[in-house]
């Protein structure tokens, strides 16, 4: 079996690492002839919207998903005529919309942040007055890792929001267009969790744990699973809320849902990722059968594999820079993976996770590899 997979980053290659054991080929597209899927697969070089590349790619492939979200609708369109495509059009186009996906949580009864859809200035300040400060202006497509957001805690803060997210033209005489916008308010959370659920081609769904996510500078700098302190009665409730957004959605494969918790067993609706996520990547090592393969299986039409954890895990982005690979390799219950990228400020260049019976200890191995990544 032939998968595509639209995107080369290293989703893509983890996608691939976990799909070869099981007999499974790939092939990628993406613009970059340099991209981290280069090793794994055959690579199909061009545009998402290149009608020629996309005839390359597709030929031959059994079925196609994406590790990468931000594609155009018309290439998702044009691609379920040739093959099977999973997730669906629906999935990816509801997740490439913040309101939308917001709408999607409020249609299955799941209650996201306050938001307001912000076309106008006037929409815009009349947002802020109803909704108070502080907020959060971002557009409403193709933002990620805290690009396209704006925090807002005072009137200047909205000029300045407002006036970079639609800035004047050269000659300084309107503004030019920009994308939609969407104001939500800052939800006062104790911590965000994810919960990433599988569901196959057949409707069997299955729930890796609740996972704690701390971000830093609008990028995911570590994750713990499972997540310490969650309730029996949190985890069901939000796997039923997860649930009922991928019956919703016809859903198969991995997706990702955030969740902010407000403490009391509460928790609130932030987005959607339909696709494997940043936030499962401990599930390498740290659970029976990973996001990654789990995916693969659920496209592929196979059984879906254990969500059982193995203990417990930390999992840690290298951002900006390759770590101390010697240092990391000493440490007992590290694991290292190095995604084949150029070094750039605010970049995944990898990422590392701890694993280890329980909790304590895996925090442990983590702070001694904290301290190795931050010299990166």
Not at 239 to 252: N, P, S
Not at 293 to 321: D, K
Request: charged share 25%.
């Amino acid at each position: 079996m032939i998968v595509g997979v639209l995107g080369g980053g290293q989703l893509g290659r983890m996608l691939a690492l976990a799909g070869l054991p099981l007999g499974v080929r790939f092939r990628f597209l993406d613009p970059d002839a340099g991209c981290p899927s280069r090793d794994v697969g055959e690579l199909v070089v061009g545009a998402y919207d290149d009608e020629a590349a996309l005839g390359r790619f597709v030929q031959g492939v059994d079925v196609v998903t994406y590790e990468f979200e931000n594609v155009p609708a018309k290439t998702a369109r044009w691609l379920t005529e040739h093959v099977s495509v999973f997730p669906s059009e629906v999935a990816l186009a509801t997740a490439q919309d913040r309101l939308a996906e917001k709408a999607c949580f409020v249609a299955e009864g799941i209650e996201p942040a306050p938001h307001a859809k912000v076309d106008t200035e006037a929409e815009f300040r009349a947002a802020i007055e109803r909704m108070g400060t502080p907020c959060i202006l971002k557009t409403r497509r193709f933002g990620y890792d805290g690009k396209g957001q704006w925090v807002i805690r005072s009137a200047a803060d909205a000029e300045r929001a407002w006036g970079e997210a639609y800035p004047f033209d050269a000659a300084r005489t309107r503004r030019t267009d920009a994308a939609d916008l969407i104001l939500e308010g800052l939800v006062p959370f104790v911590r965000e969790l994810s919960m990433l659920g599988v569901r196959g081609k057949d409707g069997e769904c299955r729930f890796y744990p609740p996972v704690r996510n701390t971000h830093e500078r609008g990028i995911l700098a570590r994750s713990v699973a499972p997540a310490p302190g969650v309730s029996d009665a949190q985890r069901e409730a939000m796997e039923r809320a997860t649930a009922r957004v991928m019956e919703r959605l016809g859903y198969v494969g991995v997706l990702a849902v955030e969740y902010f918790d407000l403490g009391g067993g509460r928790f609130v609706a932030n987005e959607m990722a339909p696709r494997v996520h940043n936030s499962g990547h401990w599930s390498i090592e740290g659970a029976e059968c990973s996001q990654f393969e789990n995916h693969i299986r659920a496209v592929c039409g196979l059984p879906l594999g254990s969500t059982s954890v193995r203990g417990s895990s930390v999992m840690l982005n290298a951002i900006g820079g390759l770590p101390d690979m010697r240092g990391l390799l000493g440490l007992p219950g590290v694991h290292v993976h190095i995604y084949g990228k150029a070094p750039r400020a605010g970049r995944k260049i990898g990422h590392v996770t701890a694993c280890a019976q329980d909790i304590a200890a895996a925090e442990e191995l983590a702070g001694k590899a904290a301290a190795m990544l931050r010299n990166c």
